[in-house]
């Protein structure tokens, strides 16, 4: 099982590279692998500990990870990658207006959202729990 979850997120990772290069605009500001100042703008969640987070210290997690690997193999260096932050709300939008290049920020894939914008994963398989204190026994069992 472990395997196939590293085998999934490599597979979606390398699809994810091949999207992204169809990304691009004509504005000069893509092609990184010419160097000479082009930049990538990638949007993640600024408030998500582990997955995407602003620090003091720089963006950091697991979502900030992928899109970093993804630029490098798109051919641009940690510092042409230009960091906008993709709210929930707002991550349709900034893709259709081409605010970002892609976005990397934790997304379910729904067949609603996968008829507004393409996706290349999933790059992380995850599942939802619920935590309750131990000493709480009002729930006996999924459906109490």
Not at 25 to 45: A, L, M, P, Y
Not at 71 to 84: F, H, M, P, R, S
Not at 120 to 128: D, F, I, M, N, V
Request: net charge negative; with cysteine; aromatic share 8%.
């Amino acid at each position: 099982m472990k395997l196939r979850k590293v085998t999934a997120a490599s597979a979606t990772v390398f699809a994810l590279a091949l999207t992204a290069t169809a990304c691009g605009s004509d504005d000069g500001n893509d092609s990184g692998s010419s160097g000479g100042g082009k930049k990538i703008t990638i949007g993640i969640k600024f408030d998500q500990p582990g997955l995407g987070q602003k620090t003091p210290q720089g963006y950091a997690g697991f979502d900030v990870d992928v899109a970093t690997y993804v630029a490098k193999k798109l051919g641009y260096t940690e510092d042409q990658i230009e960091w906008k932050e993709a709210k929930s709300a707002d991550r349709e939008t900034m893709l259709q207006r081409g605010d970002v290049d892609f976005i990397a920020a934790t997304y379910s894939i729904t067949p609603e959202r996968d008829e507004k914008v393409d996706f290349a994963g999933p790059y992380l398989l995850a599942h939802q729990d619920v935590l309750l204190r131990a000493d709480d026994n009002s729930i006996k069992s999924p459906r109490t």
